[in-house]
């Protein structure tokens, strides 16, 4: 089945740097990735969608890179922000029917 | 305003009692699925639907029933509960992907606790 690695470990860096979160995944490559934000008690919000023919995607200070003979994505937030600290989720397309999450990658954006 | 409701927000109840969480969405969404988050364990999918009148279980669906008569509405059913479905439910739709991004419009979450 498919499996989906993201950084357990929270990440905390300065405002105004780039975070560079990442999500690694198993076996077969998705037709498409999506990244969401999910702040404590809230439901994910959806963020970014990345297909597989496509190598980046951009949207305001966020962009997401798909390699996938690397099998990966990166998730990057230019000149981040304390509002940006949140939990982010990588989800593989597993055909129509579903998604498969990744467990998250806590963002910690200090002052 | 596009969302999708579920209710209830917060319920804590006991082993056995029946309980069932609602799951409304407004944007005329085929796709509808249900997930729950624990620590350490991410979103696991529980059950889905595809459309009206179908639906087919998820990686967890033990424990669960859903039914989805109309488009709009998809409950969880919880027949029995016990205490391992402490957890925190999304209940999530989304519409035809070649539309749009494909991308999941997710409810508020449904805290519940059985003791």
Redo the contacts between chains.
């Keep these: 089945s498919q499996k989906i690695e993201q950084n357990s470990e929270a990440l905390n860096i300065q405002e105004g740097k780039t975070a560079t979160l990442t999500c690694n995944y198993t076996n077969y490559s998705p037709a ?1 990735l ?1 990244w ?1 934000r999910q702040d404590p ?6 963020l970014l ?1 990345i297909r597989e023919n496509e190598k980046e995607k951009r949207k305001e200070r966020l962009k997401v890179t798909f390699d996938t003979t690397l099998k990966q994505s990166l998730f990057h937030i230019t000149a981040s922000q304390p509002a940006d600290s949140a939990t982010y ?1 990588c ?1 593989l ?1 597993r055909g ?9 990658t806590m963002l910690l954006v200090s002052p | 305003e596009a969302q999708v409701t579920q209710n209830p927000r917060y319920l804590i109840t006991v082993t056995g009692k029946k309980l069932t969480v609602t799951c409304s969405q407004n944007m005329n969404h085929e796709y509808m699925s249900w997930y729950r988050q624990d620590p350490g364990l991410g979103l696991r999918q529980i059950y889905y639907s595809m459309n009206v009148e179908v639906t087919d279980k998820g990686d967890v669906p033990e424990g669960y029933k859903v039914s989805r008569k109309e488009k709009r509405n998809f409950p969880l059913i919880l027949e029995s509960p016990s205490p391992n479905q402490t957890s925190l439910y999304f209940c999530a739709s989304r519409g035809d992907r070649g539309v749009n991004t494909g991308e999941l419009f997710f409810g508020e979450g449904s805290r519940l606790t059985v003791l």
């Design positions: 498409y999506q969401y008690g809230r439901g994910p919000v959806f969608l989720l989800a397309d129509y029917s579903t998604l498969t999450f990744g467990k998250g």
